[in-house]
């Protein structure tokens, strides 16, 4: 079964900057388009930015501009380069293949954005 692990969350001031990372654990990265999804509590999950295969990018408006999405498919590893944070960037942050679906979503990482 596909796990996956993010990390690189913190608490950061407006302004500032953070970088997100999601290893996976099987050898199928490559394969899939991957996403990053933010949850804040009490709303639905949704997505942030996603890359494909061939790392074409999507990014929800809100962060256009400011978020740059990457991957390194030797690491199975996906990156959310996160600039001029605002405080509605806050949230838990998930990765997962694109669209979702069958895999089970890890922990998160917990982004605070605050003076």
């Known amino acids: 079964q596909v796990q996956v692990v993010e990390s690189g969350g913190g608490l950061v001031q407006p302004g500032g900057s953070l970088r997100l990372s999601c290893v996976t654990s099987k050898n199928i990265f490559s394969m899939y388009a991957m996403g990053w999804y933010r949850q804040v509590l009490g709303k639905e999950r949704e997505l942030v930015a996603a890359?494909?295969?061939?790392?074409?990018?999507l990014y929800a408006d809100s962060v256009k501009g400011r978020f740059l999405i990457s991957r390194d498919n030797a690491k199975n590893t996906v990156y959310l380069q996160m600039d001029n944070m605002k405080p509605e960037d806050t949230g838990v942050y998930y990765c997962s293949k694109y669209p979702s679906g069958s895999w089970p979503w890890g922990q998160g990482t917990q982004v605070t954005v605050s003076p």
């Open positions: 890359i494909t295969t061939r790392s074409s990018t």
